[in-house]
Structures are given as C-alpha cells and as structure tokens.
C-alpha cells in the first residue's frame, strides 16, 4: 500500500510535506492542514505522519500526536528514537507509568540511550522519587563511559539535587564535576545556561537555589573577552538578594501597608510598566495618608 500510495501522489506528498516543514515553526496550524492532506493521499507513508505528529507536540495537542507516534512505533519497531517520542508525548499527558513502560522498551533497544535516560529521570522527579531519578542520571552520565561536555545538562540536575539536599560536601563534589567539563570556549554557554535556570526557580519562587546556582556560576571562569557577562552575575545575585529582603519586609508587622504594597510593586511584581506605575502611585498615596494619619 505504501508503495502504491508513493507512486500515485508521492509527488504531491513531497510537495505537502516540504511546505509544512517549512511552515511549522511559524505558521503550526498551516503545517497541519498540509499534513493532514498529504496524510489523507498517503495514510501509509510514515513521512507525513512523523512531522504531523511532531506539530501537534507543539502547540499542545499531546493526544492525537499519541496516535500518530503509536502508528509509526507499529511500522518501524525497533526504531528507538520513535519510541522516546512516544515516551514524552506520554510524559506530557502526566500519564507517568505509561511514559515509564514505553520507555523501558525504547532502553530494551538501547541500553545506554542518553536521552531516554535523562526522560526517565523527568518521570521519577515527577513522581519525587529522587533515589531513581538520580540513578537514571548517573546512567545517563555513564552510559558511553566518559563524562564530557555531552553530559552537561545531565550532571547540572545530578547538582540540583544535592543543593536541595543542603548537603555542602555533596554539593561542593557535584560542583566540581559539572565544571570539570566546562571547557574555556564553553565556559560563556554554560554560564548562560546556569544563570537561565536560576531565573526560571527564581520565577517559581526558589530563591534559595536560584541564589545558589549563581555562586556556583560565579565559580567558572570567562575570562577578559566575557566581562559583560561576568559582571553580569553579580548584579543577578543582588537582585535577587533584594527580592529576598522584600519578601521579609512585606512580613513584618511592623510596616505599614501603603510601605508593604510599595515594596511588593517595586521588588516583585512584573507585568506591564503602565499597571506596575499605577499601583505604585496608589502604595505612595497610601503611604501619605498613612503618615499624616500617624506622623
């Protein structure tokens, strides 16, 4: 069927499929609507439905990629990259068993599948089983037994961790290792990256590892062609220093609320400047009444 398909519309199916390849990034729904009709002329071509699928994970349609990663894991078994796709579409569905069993045959095909490994790792920390997430990260680390710049994001986890352990020789062991396969011309990447996922647990309210993660960023050095970033880093951990003081101040019964509301605007609020100037305003109003109220 394939074989006839390709002969009457292969054509036409290449056409759809280079022009959805070309829109996916920027137009998805276009992208769609092509492979849908170059799926509709070749159902049994794996070419369309690999992209379709690939689509559909990215706006969010998890279920129906399902589908398609399920049709292409039966006409190609043992293609392992397959399978970890269909793991994460799982993954995303927060099915996390699921993702667990069809990873696990994905490792059947490749025992030492780095980014099947660094997945079942998502899975265990979704399911706060740190024992087996660090496990399958240390395999993933060791799993063509040398420890390189491959192994960066892997062992930046293995140091998350232990920071949310609190545990200073484990993280001083762990910091250690990460920077050991920094190299000078990776050393500007790698700080980037450190300083991206500070921000991100800083957004999720983790000032504590956030405020780490920088000191250790800190620690790698970038030399004289990178100072904007190096100086950088600095500035980074005093803000968040000061995002750490104000969420002590608006605490503390001792300030007034026109000074709490002032604080909490300034410090930690983000959204647009035309609201955050407003509420601003109205905590300075505030605080005036409350002054002339209480000298």
């Not at 799982?90 to 780095?114: C, M, S, V, W």
């Amino acid at each position: 069927a394939e074989y006839d398909q390709a002969r009457a519309n292969g054509r036409r199916v290449t056409v759809l499929v280079d022009q959805a390849a070309l829109a996916a990034e920027k137009d998805p729904q276009k992208a769609m609507v092509l492979l849908k009709s170059a799926v509709t002329l070749a159902p049994d071509m794996p070419r369309p439905r690999a992209l379709l699928a690939h689509v559909l994970m990215r706006i969010g349609e998890f279920e129906v990629a399902e589908r398609q990663y399920r049709w292409l894991v039966r006409y190609a078994p043992q293609d392992e990259m397959i399978r970890l796709r269909l793991s994460r579409c799982i993954f995303r569905q927060g099915r996390l068993a699921d993702a667990e069993a069809e990873l696990r045959e994905t490792l059947k095909l490749n025992p030492g599948y780095h980014d099947a490994l660094t997945l079942l790792s998502e899975i265990y920390e979704a399911g706060h089983l740190q024992h087996a997430q660090e496990e399958a990260l240390e395999r993933a680390v060791l799993n063509d037994g040398k420890v390189n710049w491959a192994d960066f994001d892997a062992l930046t986890r293995l140091f998350l961790l232990q920071l949310e352990r609190h545990d200073g020789e484990a993280v001083q062991q762990a910091s250690e290792r990460l920077r050991s396969v920094i190299s000078t011309e990776r050393a500007p990447e790698a700080v980037q990256k450190l300083s991206a996922l500070a921000e991100d647990h800083r957004k999720e309210g983790k000032l504590g590892l956030a405020t780490n993660l920088l000191k250790h960023a800190a620690l790698i050095p970038l030399g004289e062609e990178n100072a904007e970033l190096a100086e950088a880093l600095p500035q980074q951990q005093a803000r968040l220093e000061r995002i750490a003081e104000a969420k002590t101040l608006i605490c503390d019964t001792l300030l007034g609320s026109g000074l709490k509301a002032l604080i909490q605007t300034f410090y930690l609020e983000e959204g647009k400047d035309a609201i955050r100037q407003s509420r601003m305003q109205a905590a300075l109003d505030r605080i005036k009444q409350e002054t002339e109220f209480d000298p």
